[in-house]
């Protein structure tokens, strides 16, 4: 072929390429995933109002949301497409693999910000005591757990829910019968309460000469003896005396817990309060490249070795890994629960009582201040309406210190009851409020209680936080509560238990749009984790983490709300890869 000719094929060449609008993109080299006829809610507009109104060009008009778009392309671990599925299909090779979605929705990639994922992974292997109503019930469960379990081997239980119990809280007596022949302990459901039969106490050498840590209850019984029931930081005398798994065990329980979450359509976790052991096993996992789906680590600040390791090296600075440490996890105060929450003023139905915090419940101040300084992103764990007062007095005094640490989105964990001057000063601080909606629907059958008409008002206070400027994250602090995202969302759009109680939403001035909502598990969790320039949006060149579900939950936000707890996760995507796939 003549030169001239020659040349004229290549840039003929080059020039169809060009018009493909391929050339030079990851797609040219192969898309892996296509996702095809799908409902794709991006969130990539611009954030709703405080009052909850979406923005505008948001995909909403009079006739209600509608997807902008309805396929995504998956190429190299990043979205290299977002548009129409005929578009799409384009980019397909004979290694793609496309996945019709036949009007399945898409959202960016589902983030719980704040889980015990080994507890989460040890539970699936205890006795489930979830909604178990009575004493009675709980123990029937335990009798016929022991039917299987060698004489003499610890039985473990968890689930109960000690707010609810906590005007008639168990003892000793009916599980020491029913159960003689096995040490027995039984975790309450957000861990702030534990149960114990003799055989227990008695493997643990618990008895009335027990030295009980501040800030915790041991209850006694007519004898003057322990009756069984722990509170608060007293939890640990009888949880220590538990034979501590082994390595291969506590890998397997994280797996466990990873792969569930994945199932359930996260793609990433934020695991709260890790200590020596829980670290080495993720750092084991992640050379290993054995982390299923994202982990965001959150130090404990009790474990005083491991903060003194982190604060010599300081903070991880990446984003890509799978395994993220730039968060030290901090308990300030008790659960409302047990009444281990610490109020400004006494508890409405224990008067005289004000619950636990700072250094009387193990929050190390000055170790605390030391991480901050080192670049750490504080999560404090607050409760009470004290709890978060002496929370953010803490987090500002050292704001004003040392004005950089203001940078890095310190985090209030729970956030559960402020007075109002503290709702405004959260929001003028950029502190992110971290919240679980789960536990509004859980409590309010005895919040009020402890609480009292006025101080109620200022709990599980989404909206008066956004109006505040406050970011959110929402969560399910697992086990504890239901991690389900469709039991996280229906709780936040409709202030509604399972049961759809009470009509019209518990205090429903506080619930959260459809969108608001979507993105409290999405990309304000992104933000909370420094990541949203990768994560949180479906958008052209950001991680491909995507959630596939069955249901629409814009849509039945406002057709069906109730609708929205019957919904199921299809798929699970990270990194670029189907982690599970219904």
């Not at 909850?52 to 209600?64: L, M």
């Not at 047990?338 to 419940?361: E, I, Q, W």
Request: aromatic share 8%.
């Amino acid at each position: 072929m003549h030169l001239s000719k020659q040349l004229f094929v290549i840039l003929l060449f080059l020039q169809v390429a060009a018009c493909s609008g391929k050339s030079g993109d990851t797609a040219a080299d192969g898309a892996s995933l296509i996702l095809t006829n799908a409902r794709v809610y991006t969130l990539d507009w611009k954030e709703p109002a405080p009052d909850g109104s979406a923005a505008r060009g948001a995909p909403v008009d009079e006739s209600g949301w509608h997807p902008d778009a309805d396929a995504v392309v998956v190429a190299g671990g990043e979205i290299a497409f977002v548009g129409k599925t005929n578009e799409a299909l384009k980019y397909k090779t004979e290694s793609t693999r496309v996945v019709d979605l036949a009007g399945a929705t898409v959202v960016p990639g589902l983030i719980d910000s704040h889980t015990h994922v080994f507890e989460l992974g040890s539970n699936l292997e205890r006795v489930n005591l979830v909604d178990v109503a009575t004493e009675e019930e709980a123990i029937a469960l335990v009798v016929e757990r022991a039917k299987n379990v060698p004489k003499g081997e610890w039985i473990l239980g968890a689930g109960w829910d000690e707010g609810a119990w906590a005007n008639r809280y168990p003892d000793k007596v009916l599980l020491s019968s029913a159960v003689a022949d096995h040490p027995v302990f039984l975790a309450s459901l957000h861990g702030f309460a534990g149960w114990a039969n003799q055989k227990a106490l008695d493997e643990a050498g618990i008895n009335s000469a027990t030295e009980v840590p501040v800030g915790g209850e041991m209850r006694l019984g007519a004898d003057g003896q322990p009756n069984g029931l722990f509170l608060n930081r007293a939890v640990p005398l009888i949880r220590n005396a538990v034979p501590e798994a082994s390595r291969e065990s506590r890998i397997n329980h994280l797996l466990a817990g990873l792969k569930q979450m994945a199932a359930d359509g996260y793609v990433t976790v934020h695991d709260a309060g890790l200590g020596s052991a829980e670290m080495s096993i993720l750092e084991q996992l992640e050379a290993e490249n054995r982390l299923p789906i994202r982990v965001y680590a959150m130090l404990s600040l009790r474990d005083e070795d491991l903060m003194r390791k982190w604060i010599a090296k300081g903070p991880d600075k990446d984003n890509d890994s799978f395994l993220v440490t730039r968060t030290v996890k901090a308990y300030y105060d008790g659960a409302l629960g047990s009444r281990g929450a610490r109020l400004l003023y006494d508890y409405s139905d224990k008067p005289g009582h004000r619950g636990v915090s700072g250094g009387d419940y193990g929050f190390n101040q000055s170790l605390n201040a030391e991480a901050m300084m080192k670049g750490f992103q504080i999560a404090i764990h607050a409760i009470g309406d004290a709890g978060n007062r002496e929370s953010i007095d803490i987090l500002e005094s050292v704001f004003k210190s040392d004005p950089s640490t203001r940078k890095n989105r310190h985090r209030i964990e729970h956030a559960q009851v402020m007075h109002p001057d503290d709702l405004e000063r959260a929001g003028k601080l950029g502190l992110i409020a971290s919240m679980e909606p789960p536990h509004a629907v859980e409590d309010k059958a005895w919040a009020e209680a402890r609480l009292g008409p006025e101080r109620i008002l200022g709990a599980y206070a989404w909206r008066t936080l956004r109006e505040h400027g406050t970011p959110l994250t929402f969560n399910s602090d697992n086990p504890g509560s239901d991690h389900s995202i469709f039991y996280g969302m229906h709780s936040a759009i409709t202030r509604k238990d399972k049961n759809q109680e009470p009509e019209g939403g518990w205090y429903a001035e506080q619930a959260m749009s459809a969108e608001e909502t979507v993105r409290g598990y999405t990309n304000w969790s992104a933000y909370a984790s420094f990541r949203e320039d990768e994560t949180g949006i479906i958008r052209k060149g950001l991680w491909a983490d995507l959630t596939v579900m069955d249901i629409d939950p814009f849509l039945l936000a406002e057709e069906s709300p109730g609708d929205i707890l019957n919904g199921r996760i299809l798929m699970t995507v990270v990194d670029g890869k189907v982690v599970y796939e219904r």
